[in-house]
């Protein structure tokens, strides 16, 4: 068994725990999609994909310009919001 848990910054993007050495399946894997989180962390961003039992994980170093526009919009909406309540 495997806990997949993300929303905890990784400088490579992801992270396998094992406690079983190297070639173990890792009990545990960290992902972190956001890659350079807050223009601050110069951390990579990846993506993990099951399919039929295989584990890939995509790693990310940089953010295409359609998600930095979409995650500014997104910002604006929230500010947006609370300066009307």
Aim: aromatic share 8%.
């Amino acid at each position: 068994m495997t806990i997949v848990r993300a929303h905890q910054v990784q400088v490579d993007g992801y992270k396998m725990h094992r406690w079983d050495g190297p070639s173990s399946f890792p009990y545990i894997i960290a992902i972190f999609s956001a890659p350079n989180n807050c223009d601050y962390y110069s951390n990579k961003g990846s993506v993990l994909t099951l399919e039929e039992g295989n584990v890939s994980i995509n790693v990310n170093d940089e953010v295409s310009l359609h998600q930095v526009a979409r995650g500014c919009i997104s910002r604006c909406r929230r500010i947006q919001n609370s300066n009307c309540q």
